[in-house]
């Protein structure tokens, strides 16, 4: 089923909280809302969900308006980040509770209950839990059995606020993992809520980056991650240096740097920014004449396979961040002190 949402708007009191949001996910879609903390993705979801709802917009299922259908009839089905189990319940219990309370006439029978949970939990890999309590299991556990629960009443939807949040970082990356191959097993359009930049981009078909109540962007990890359309999306992907200067017939120069900006060929002397990320540089020893940006090494960190160097623009204390591989690094063997010359591989230019 899809779902589509067309012109939301949401406001608390004198608070606007979604301000204007319209998006459209594709049936069997997995789709990730990404953005800060307070930004309305939660907001968005519960909207969706049937526990909010909007001041003015609508939501459709399959084309269908669902804006005024009750929340139990959407037939969707919820995770949250803390994993809302029964504690007095066992695993089994927990699973089969949203079968045994359907109206009489859709409950199935006892039997029916018993294969469709144990379906259930194979498919989530823990049938051997069945006959645990909540307080037995570990979170990630807890996790997988809630979205069992959700998945029982075969939910026309799903939807996850931050699934995994709660989680320490080696389970969520294993966790994260394991819904993408779920969901393209069960291929339910499924809406999932996190601020973990890494987490949408490595599992969502498509990513929705909110700020401040608005969708910023919405694309596949490769489009936003390769063309942020705005400073925010750049900025909140990962770590960026920016440089301010002109935009003048097609060149930007900024700090000692000439950009080429083919798309801003009109700009005439007008205020432009070029984003480069730490990755995006090539450096080397500074000699006489180099042209580039001429920085001062202060230190480098070492990280697995990245040593991340603190570097400083020669003539001015901007700081300027710069990731090279650590083998890259180490063959430098660089000195405290040492002028580098750092030249972008890529950058990206937006007017300011
Ligand atoms: P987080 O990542 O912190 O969960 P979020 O992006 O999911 O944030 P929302 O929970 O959608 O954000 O909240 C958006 C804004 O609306 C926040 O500033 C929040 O304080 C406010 N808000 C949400 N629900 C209510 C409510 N019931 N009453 C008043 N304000 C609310």
């Given at each position: 089923?899809?779902?589509?949402?067309r012109?939301?708007?949401?406001?608390?009191?004198?608070?606007?909280?979604?301000?204007?949001?319209?998006?459209?996910?594709e049936?069997?879609?997995?789709?990730a809302?990404?953005?800060p903390?307070?930004?309305?993705?939660?907001?968005l979801?519960?909207?969706?969900?049937?526990?909010?709802?909007?001041d003015?917009?609508?939501?459709y299922?399959?084309?269908?308006?669902?804006?005024?259908?009750?929340?139990?009839?959407?037939?969707?089905?919820?995770?949250?980040?803390?994993?809302?189990?029964?504690?007095?319940?066992?695993?089994?219990?927990?699973?089969?509770?949203?079968?045994?309370?359907?109206?009489?006439?859709?409950r199935?029978?006892?039997?029916?209950?018993?294969?469709?949970v144990?379906?259930?939990?194979?498919?989530v890999?823990?049938?051997?839990?069945?006959d645990?309590?909540?307080?037995?299991?570990?979170?990630g556990?807890?996790?997988?059995?809630?979205?069992?629960?959700?998945l029982?009443?075969?939910?026309?939807?799903?939807?996850?606020?931050?699934?995994?949040?709660?989680?320490?970082?080696?389970?969520?990356?294993?966790?994260r993992?394991?819904?993408?191959r779920l969901?393209?097993?069960?291929?339910?359009?499924?809406?999932?809520?996190?601020?973990?930049?890494?987490?949408?981009?490595?599992?969502?078909d498509?990513?929705?980056?909110?700020?401040?109540?608005?969708?910023?962007?919405?694309?596949?990890?490769?489009?936003?991650?390769e063309?942020?359309?705005?400073?925010?999306?750049?900025?909140?992907?990962?770590d960026?240096?920016?440089?301010?200067?002109?935009?003048?017939?097609?060149?930007?120069?900024?700090?000692?740097?000439?950009?080429?900006t083919?798309?801003?060929?009109?700009?005439?002397?007008?205020?432009?920014?070029a984003?480069?990320?730490p990755?995006?540089?090539d450096?080397?020893?500074?000699?006489?004449?180099?042209?580039?940006?001429?920085?001062?090494?202060?230190r480098?960190y070492?990280?697995?396979p990245?040593?991340?160097?603190?570097?400083?623009?020669?003539?001015?204390?901007?700081?300027?961040?710069?990731?090279?591989?650590a083998?890259?690094?180490?063959?430098l063997?660089l000195?405290?002190?040492?002028?580098?010359?750092?030249?972008?591989?890529?950058?990206?230019?937006?007017?300011t």
């Amino acid at each position: 089923m899809s779902i589509e949402v067309r012109h939301l708007s949401k406001r608390f009191g004198n608070f606007h909280a979604l301000k204007d949001v319209s998006l459209h996910i594709e049936s069997g879609e997995l789709v990730a809302l990404l953005g800060p903390s307070g930004c309305g993705k939660t907001t968005l979801l519960r909207i969706i969900a049937g526990l909010e709802t909007p001041d003015e917009g609508s939501v459709y299922f399959s084309g269908e308006d669902a804006t005024d259908v009750h929340v139990r009839e959407r037939q969707v089905g919820f995770v949250f980040q803390h994993y809302a189990l029964f504690r007095h319940m066992t695993v089994f219990e927990n699973v089969a509770f949203g079968l045994r309370v359907k109206p009489r006439g859709q409950r199935p029978s006892e039997a029916q209950i018993k294969d469709k949970v144990h379906q259930l939990l194979n498919l989530v890999q823990l049938d051997w839990l069945a006959d645990r309590y909540p307080s037995q299991l570990s979170g990630g556990q807890r996790q997988r059995i809630a979205l069992a629960r959700a998945l029982a009443v075969e939910p026309r939807v799903l939807l996850l606020d931050e699934p995994f949040g709660a989680l320490d970082a080696k389970v969520r990356k294993e966790l994260r993992r394991w819904l993408r191959r779920l969901h393209d097993e069960l291929h339910v359009a499924s809406v999932f809520v996190t601020h973990d930049q890494e987490e949408a981009l490595e599992v969502a078909d498509r990513v929705v980056l909110m700020n401040s109540g608005r969708i910023e962007q919405v694309g596949t990890p490769t489009e936003v991650w390769e063309r942020p359309a705005t400073p925010f999306v750049y900025g909140f992907l990962g770590d960026v240096n920016q440089f301010h200067g002109q935009a003048h017939a097609g060149v930007l120069h900024a700090d000692g740097l000439t950009i080429s900006t083919p798309d801003l060929a009109d700009a005439q002397h007008a205020k432009a920014t070029a984003y480069i990320r730490p990755h995006e540089f090539d450096v080397q020893r500074y000699s006489d004449g180099d042209i580039g940006l001429v920085t001062t090494f202060n230190r480098a960190y070492l990280s697995g396979p990245s040593a991340y160097l603190e570097l400083t623009r020669q003539g001015s204390d901007q700081p300027v961040e710069v990731e090279l591989p650590a083998e890259v690094f180490r063959q430098l063997d660089l000195k405290g002190g040492e002028a580098l010359v750092a030249k972008p591989r890529n950058a990206q230019v937006f007017l300011t």
